[in-house]
């Protein structure tokens, strides 16, 4: 890239070009992934600790790449977030969760499915009226689907965000505010927002068995969700002992490594059939 200096001389500086051409060439092959069906969507079960069944699944989204392989979306959803490019892939996801949905109905199974939401969908008016008419042709009901958002996410520009959110609330869609306790100043739209459920960041979670503030975390968090009338979902369960901990603190919901690692969602019926809570 030309630059003009300070002393008026035009300089040419080309680690600026290549980390350009780079992220140039980036959202290229994203754009083309869609059509060349490189993305793949995988589910993560999410268990009622009370019950040991599967009442949910996380959509995660892979990227199957033709040379690098599989791409993990740390590698590209917060580029996709900063170009705008997630808005497509949102809807794509949405897409294949609805059609995840589908075959899970038809199968008789009430499995509520997550689909993670970001900032820049958050600022899409069109979000709700898309989401509706997938509903529509799919022939699915709202309360099949819950969408989780981070508070980053909504402390964006918390008067658009809350104005989506409450469009989609109001169509019966579940909401949860993910990775509770890394963002800050939640608690006063926790309070404000229709939120169903909270869902406590995995840093807090994996530790639990040796670190005993993270215990106290997740206890008073537990208790915080339940006295605003919310459901409570760790993430980040990895063991056997750790489940029981939760189960124990009346946590609602787990998910983790320790129950299944994300699968490919057509894998998703195979597995709940194989599954045995502990
Ligand atoms: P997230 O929404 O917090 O998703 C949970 C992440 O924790 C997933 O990573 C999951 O594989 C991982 N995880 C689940 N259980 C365990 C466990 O027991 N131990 C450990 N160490 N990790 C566990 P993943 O799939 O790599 O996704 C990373 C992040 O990328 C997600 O974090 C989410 O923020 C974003 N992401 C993934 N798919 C999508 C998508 O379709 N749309 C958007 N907007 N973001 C997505
Ligand atoms: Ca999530
Ligand atoms: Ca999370
Ligand atoms: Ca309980």
């Not at 709700?128 to 508070?151: G, N």
């Not at 068995?209 to 993270?214: N, R």
């Not at 299944?260 to 195979?270: E, F, H, N, T, V």
């Amino acid at each position: 890239a030309a630059k003009l200096r300070n002393d008026g001389a035009v300089v040419y500086d080309s680690s600026i070009d290549k980390a350009s051409e780079q992220s140039l060439s980036l959202l290229t092959e994203l754009r083309n992934a869609i059509e060349r069906n490189e993305f793949r969507l995988f589910v993560q079960p999410k268990i009622h600790f009370d019950t040991g069944e599967v009442v949910g699944a996380e959509a995660l989204v892979r990227w199957v790449h033709p040379e690098r392989g599989n791409v993990f979306p740390d590698q590209f959803i917060p580029f996709a977030e900063q170009t705008g490019f997630i808005r497509k892939l949102t809807r794509w996801v949405l897409e294949q969760s609805a059609a995840l949905c589908q075959d899970l109905e038809a199968a008789g199974l009430h499995v509520k499915v997550s689909v993670n939401l970001s900032t820049r969908d958050l600022m899409d008016q069109d979000l709700p009226t898309k989401f509706r008419e997938l509903l529509e042709r799919r022939r699915l009901s709202a309360s099949s689907f819950c969408l989780e958002i981070t508070e980053s996410a909504i402390m964006d520009d918390p008067v658009r965000a809350e104005q989506t959110l409450a469009r989609l609330h109001a169509m019966g869609v579940e909401l949860s505010i993910d990775d509770f306790g890394t963002g800050y100043s939640s608690l006063a739209y926790l309070k404000r927002l229709p939120v169903n459920e909270l869902k406590i960041d995995k840093s807090f979670v994996l530790n639990m068995e040796s670190d005993a503030g993270d215990v106290m975390i997740v206890r008073s968090t537990i208790q915080l969700g339940h006295n605003l009338g919310l459901r409570v979902v760790a993430e980040g369960v990895e063991s056997e002992a750790v489940w029981h901990q939760l189960k124990s603190m009346n946590c609602d919901q787990g998910q983790g490594y320790y129950m299944s690692r994300p699968i490919p969602a057509d894998q998703l019926l195979l597995w709940m059939q194989q599954w045995r809570a502990p």
